[in-house]
Nanobody, 117 residues
Framework: VQLVESGGGLVQPGESLTLSCTVS????????MMWARQAPGKGLEWVST???????YYAEAVKGRFTVSRHIGKNTLFLQMNDLKPEDTAIYYC????????????RGQGTQVTVSS
């Protein structure tokens, strides 16, 4: 099992980023996949979920700004982040699960997103 996030970086407030999570070693399309983030000095915070049936769910803090999607053929989960705010600064993780990761084995290593002027 392998999950690899990419796409993080340093952006200014109001800008956009798209995170990618490429998955291998399990059947990507039949499970719920989620994004979570961890800001400096804080705990892990659920951000968004893409269900097996294609339903999407978002935390209130990102609703209307973030969009989760998947490309089954590429085994990739995406998180489009618009209108980024300094409070979005965190390490972003993708993994298997609905509101929490099923296990450490099914979570990626994370990608850093920094929003600062």
């Amino acid at each position: 099992v392998q999950l690899v996030e990419s796409g993080g970086g340093l952006v200014q407030p109001g800008e956009s980023l798209t995170l990618s999570c490429t998955v291998s070693g399990f059947t990507f399309s039949t499970v719920a996949m989620m994004w979570a983030r961890q800001a400096p000095g804080k705990g892990l915070e659920w951000v968004s979920t893409f269900s097996p049936s294609g339903n999407t769910y978002y935390a209130e803090a990102v609703k209307g700004r973030f969009t989760v999607s998947r490309h089954i053929g590429k085994n990739t989960l995406f998180l489009q982040m618009n209108d980024l705010k300094p409070e979005d600064t965190a390490i972003y993780y993708c993994g298997k699960g609905f509101r929490s990761f099923d296990s450490p084995e099914y979570r990626g290593q994370g990608t850093q997103v920094t929003v600062s002027s």
